[in-house]
């Protein structure tokens, strides 16, 4: 079963920036999609960005877009979440998914393989 470990989450003031990490232990991540996912308490998971298999194509949530940049290094087996202007609402775990898989009719993939444990990402007022 393949494996992903998130890091790099951690408190931070409003208007900050933190750099997320998640690399896959038992997988080669450069054939695949790859997202990050948030789920914040008392709420549904939701999607954040994605990335396809070379990094040509991204696709994010409206509330992260400007502010949120996702990539990827295949040569490492990683991929990033790199998070600017922080704000309170984007306080959430955050869980890194692949490999990713694309339903054909356009969008970010529509279905993830497996989960990561989760990042906690706790952003201050």
């Known amino acids: 079963q393949e494996q992903l470990v998130e890091s790099g989450g951690g408190l931070v003031q409003a208007g900050g920036s933190l750099r997320l990490s998640c690399t896959a232990s038992?997988?080669?991540?450069?054939?695949?999609?790859m997202g990050w996912f948030r789920q914040a308490p008392g709420k549904e998971r939701e999607f954040v960005a994605s990335?396809?298999?070379?990094?040509?194509?991204?696709d994010y949530t409206d509330s992260v877009k400007g502010r949120f940049i996702i990539s990827r290094d295949n040569g490492k087996n990683m991929v990033y979440l790199q998070m600017n202007s922080l704000k309170p609402e984007d306080t959430a775990v955050y869980y890194c998914?692949?490999?990713?898989?694309?339903?054909?009719?356009?969008?970010?993939?529509?279905?993830?393989?497996?989960w990561g444990q989760g990042t906690q990402v706790t952003v201050s007022s």
């Open positions: 998914a692949g490999p990713g898989y694309y339903s054909g009719t356009g969008g970010p993939p529509t279905e993830y393989g497996n």
């Open positions: 990335i396809n298999w070379n990094g040509a194509t991204t």
């Open positions: 038992t997988f080669n991540i450069e054939s695949y999609a």
